[in-house]
């Protein structure tokens, strides 16, 4: 059969789907449009060899269903060829169709006759839709509907779809379950049928807030329930149809009332620490009183009582005289670091940071302890290598630091001394606490900046102290951005090495 080259071809490639047309006499195909060579993989060979129209359905039965269809059309015309006057149907009818390669489509067909000049049906046209996509797309929208639907099904948190008026649309299982209603009797109910007053009034109140901003929004609010009061969390979102408007509101609440609960508790328990902090706050400053006055007159009586006997004074007497002095120094330093422990712990310490030679400070230290040094036939050394000692610190809690590590290095040596050496590297000041001391072991290291902790402690404790010197220095050198390391090994000794950088963060207060 030669091919027919109508002019209305040309338009047809240009249609945004497959078309075919079929000479009805022969039963082949006699054009097929771009798309539809591509749907089926033919190509125009295949059409100029006759491509049966049988060739482009699945099995014989679909292909025997689409010529009952065709005739069903207007049976009367198509089979005797007399004029076709019936207007073409445009139903659309889903075949299984055939691609050369001999796979399968599920296609949408709509067909229309082409009638000759008597209005003879000679041919059909066909335009096909290739489903495959479309079923998959609509096949994995009901199964995530159903992810969906089981997921908001079994949440814990209450999910509600409420229109503008109040009315409820749908809720899940725990809505019911909280409401202790069937679904039924809720979906299509007013709110106001549901909720008591109040309840309905704030319910209201959230939506409208939702509706109006037409934002999501959350709120936490005492709901009244029949007997009792309990704290609800609700996020309200607005659901919008396709042109913006909002239509419902999608609801999502939680019950809360436990962990308000415990929110309540937990800042109850903030207040009562606070309140503890400041009576034990008042409590350290009181005893520090208590025992600072009647310290001063201890010491300041035995001073001058040890005058007034002057040279009539025996050397066992003035042995007790130090000892008053020693207690009285210990009970006094003791009392400081409780003080400075409590000033740290409150936030109450203020910084005043200048250029200081470093050096003066040490050498003053080394002074103040020389005599307790020299007791224990100790020896304090201190080198100073370096004449470029001026820094930024501030200078009493770089003492009270400095100060520990010396008396420490004091009063944990028995034989030997304390070395104490001053130096530059690059940009940065090192000073190194050397002592021939009982040393530290490894596994208190890490704990020998912590408050109140001491390496030999309980009934073997053999030195004084209650563990605050090493953690208040460690505190205040941190405020300082002073480094601090430590190197020691048991019964050689310890050095301590503080170093003080030159871009000294803090500046002079005003
Ligand atoms: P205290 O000296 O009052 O016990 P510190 O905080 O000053 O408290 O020191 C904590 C512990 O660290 C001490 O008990 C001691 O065991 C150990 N320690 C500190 N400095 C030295 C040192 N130079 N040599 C050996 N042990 C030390």
């Known amino acids: 059969m030669a091919v027919i080259k109508k002019e209305e071809f040309k338009y047809f490639e240009f249609l945004p789907g497959a078309l075919i047309e079929v000479d009805l006499t022969s039963r082949s195909i006699i054009f097929m449009n771009r798309i539809a060579f591509s749907l089926f993989n033919f190509d125009q060979k295949d059409i100029e060899n006759g491509l049966a129209l049988r060739e482009i359905f699945f099995t014989d039965a679909e292909y025997e269903r689409s010529i009952r269809v065709a005739e069903s059309f207007g049976l009367e015309s198509y089979q005797n ?32 006759f082409v009638l ?43 999910i509600f779809l409420v229109d503008t008026q109040g009315v409820i649309l749908s809720i899940n299982k725990a809505t019911t379950q909280y409401l202790k209603r069937k679904t039924e ?33 959350t709120l936490e609010t005492p709901m009244p329930m029949t007997n009792k009061t309990e704290w609800i969390s609700t996020s309200v979102n607005p659901v919008r149809d396709v042109s913006g408007n909002v239509t419902a509101i999608l609801g999502i609440s939680r019950n809360i009332t436990e962990r308000r609960r415990s929110d309540e508790r937990l800042e109850q328990a903030l207040i009562d620490a606070q309140n503890a902090n400041k009576v034990k706050d008042q409590f350290i ?17 035995a001073g001058r009582l040890k005058q007034s006997l002057g040279e009539d004074l025996k050397p066992a007497e003035e042995d007790y005289f130090k000892f008053i002095n020693h207690a009285s120094d210990r009970l006094l330093r003791t009392v400081d670091a409780l003080i400075n422990v409590s000033q740290l712990e409150a936030g109450t310490l203020k910084l005043n940071p200048k250029r200081l030679h470093l050096g003066q400070l040490i050498e003053l230290l080394c002074e103040k302890h020389r005599a307790e040094a020299t007791e224990k036939q100790l020896e304090i050394e201190y080198i100073q290598l370096t004449d470029d000692d001026e820094i930024w610190y501030d200078e009493h809690t770089v003492y009270q630091a400095i100060n520990n590590i010396m008396l420490n290095g004091i009063k944990y040596t028995e034989k030997g001394g304390v070395s104490i050496k001053l130096e530059r590297i690059k940009k940065q000041l090192y000073v190194t606490f050397t002592d021939t001391g009982i040393g530290i072991s490894d596994d208190y290291r890490d704990r020998l900046f912590q408050l109140f902790t001491q390496e030999s402690e309980g009934l073997t404790k053999e030195y004084q102290g209650i563990g605050l010197g090493l953690a208040l220095a460690k505190k205040y050198l941190d405020l300082n951005e002073v480094e601090i390391k430590v190197d020691s090994q048991k019964g050689w000794g310890s050095t301590f090495t503080l170093i003080f950088h030159e871009h000294f963060p803090l500046k002079e207060s005003t």
């Open 81 to 112: 060829h007399t004029a076709y006057s019936r207007y073409e149907k445009q139903d659309l009818y889903d075949f299984k169709m055939r691609k050369k390669d001999g796979s399968y489509f599920l296609g949408e067909c709509q067909g229309s």
């Open 116 to 158: 000759d000049e008597h209005d003879v049906p000679v041919g059909a046209r066909i335009y096909i839709r290739d489903l495959s996509e479309q079923r998959q797309l609509e096949a994995s929208h009901i199964e995530n509907e159903e992810k969906y639907r089981t997921l908001v099904e079994n949440s814990s948190d209450l």
């Open 185 to 217: 009797e809720v979906e299509g109910k007013n709110v106001s049928d549901i909720f008591p007053a109040h309840t309905t009034n704030t319910i209201m109140g959230y939506l409208n807030k939702a509706f109006i901003s037409n934002k999501s929004l």
């Open 285 to 301: 400053s009181n005893i520090t009183h208590e025992i600072r006055t009647p310290m001063t007159t201890i010491t300041g009586f």
